[in-house]
């Protein structure tokens, strides 16, 4: 048995206290008690945040949203604001998980969720991520959901979440704070790649807090967005790959501006500026879905087993695009989700 300190905060300052020394704050439990149980995370001390008053979602003065991090991932998905002016995120989160999943998985433990590498779960392999310098499993072993983008010879490992692809394309910035602190860090440069660091999944510092998430306006995605998850079942499993399409297309059918990004490909969502650009002044046609495609996955390299990722990649994003620009929107659930 690991002995265990358990302490549930009130408010942000509390939970900062208690958070130095190996604590780890807990929100849903849905990854870090899964995590607990199969002895991958071993934390001294939990420092309980669903106390905190951080689970609100409102709009801000500059016409953006806010979301808190302890807001569950049903109710923003189901938010009549969040509908409305991001149904790209919507869509994408509710393409993740189970109903039930989603009723307690938070917003900032839904950023925080560890890779579903099994040989990260699996204590009796290598695994650089769990134990830094141990080696890496994955590479020559089983890798169908492994990386095509940003590996390294440490780690081949991808980000497993939904919602960040999303994220990722609406630009969100993450507002966090510690006892130094706040500071807002810009989604692209939330998640990391693996590098020679690989148990570094994110920039966050040990005892950092994530207290809201921001959404900059996209009113004008609003019409035209798409998320595309490509998985080994239709409900209930990660992403082999997904794609975040959004676009702007004026009265003449030109772009006006793209925003695109790859989940299950990569250790952090995966966007090219270049295949945003190339897509605007274009108009919104086959021919340029496949062009933004192919530069989005340039330099994409396989592990052999999971080689398929690469042309699988390359028609999600033509086929999201597609849809986006169609505003068919045929991948969002409906309201009976709910009542699951
Ligand atoms: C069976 C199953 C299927 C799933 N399928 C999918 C899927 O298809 N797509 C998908 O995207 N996700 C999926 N998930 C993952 C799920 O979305 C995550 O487990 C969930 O979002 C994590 O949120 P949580 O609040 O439960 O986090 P917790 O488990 O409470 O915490 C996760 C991590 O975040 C840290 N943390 C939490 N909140 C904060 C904060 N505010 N500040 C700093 N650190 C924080 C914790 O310390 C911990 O390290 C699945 C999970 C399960 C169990
Ligand atoms: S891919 Fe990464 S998470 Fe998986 S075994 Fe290798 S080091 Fe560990």
């Known amino acids: 048995m690991n002995p265990i300190t358990y302490f549930r905060a009130a408010d942000a300052d509390q939970a900062l206290a208690h958070a130095a020394g190996g604590a780890r704050f807990i929100a849903g439990g849905t990854n870090l008690i899964d995590l607990m149980k199969e002895f991958v995370m071993r934390p001294a001390a939990l420092v309980d945040i669903n106390g905190l008053p951080a689970d609100a979602i409102a709009p801000t003065a500059a016409g953006g949203l806010l979301l808190g991090a302890t807001a569950r991932n049903a109710d923003t998905a189901y938010h009549p604001l969040v509908r409305a002016q991001y149904p790209l995120l919507t869509a994408a989160i509710l393409a993740g998980a189970s109903p039930q999943i989603r009723n307690m998985a938070s917003n900032g433990g839904n950023l925080l969720q560890r890779t579903r590498c099994h040989y990260f779960y699996d204590v009796a392999t290598p695994c650089n991520k769990r134990l830094p310098g141990s080696g890496c499993a994955a590479i020559g072993g089983l890798t169908r959901q492994h990386a095509v983008l940003g590996a390294s010879p440490q780690c081949i490992a991808v980000h497993p ?6 994220l990722a394309a609406l630009d969100a910035v993450v507002h966090v704070r510690s006892v130094a602190g706040e500071r807002q860090i810009p989604f692209a440069d939330f ?14 510092a040990p005892g950092e807090l994530i207290t809201q998430i921001e959404l900059p306006p996209a009113a004008q995605f609003a019409a035209h967005f798409a998320y595309l998850k490509i998985r080994d079942r239709a409900s209930y499993a990660f992403a082999l790959v997904s794609v975040a399409a959004a676009l702007d297309i004026g009265d003449d059918g030109m772009v006006r501006e793209a925003r695109l990004a790859l989940g299950g490909v990569a250790h952090k969502p995966w966007r090219v500026a270049a295949a945003e650009a190339l897509l605007v002044g274009q108009p919104a046609d086959a021919a340029h879905f496949a062009e933004a495609a192919e530069l989005l996955l340039s330099g994409a390299r396989g592990q052999g087993e999971n080689d398929f990722k690469i042309p699988l990649a390359r028609r999600a994003v033509a086929r999201a695009l597609e849809q986006a620009a169609a505003a068919t929107h045929d991948n969002t659930r409906s309201e009976r989700d709910r009542a699951d």
């Open 191 to 204: 998640h990391r790649l693996p590098d020679d660091r690989p148990e570094l999944d994110t920039t966050l």
């Open 161 to 166: 979440s939904d919602m960040c692809v999303a």
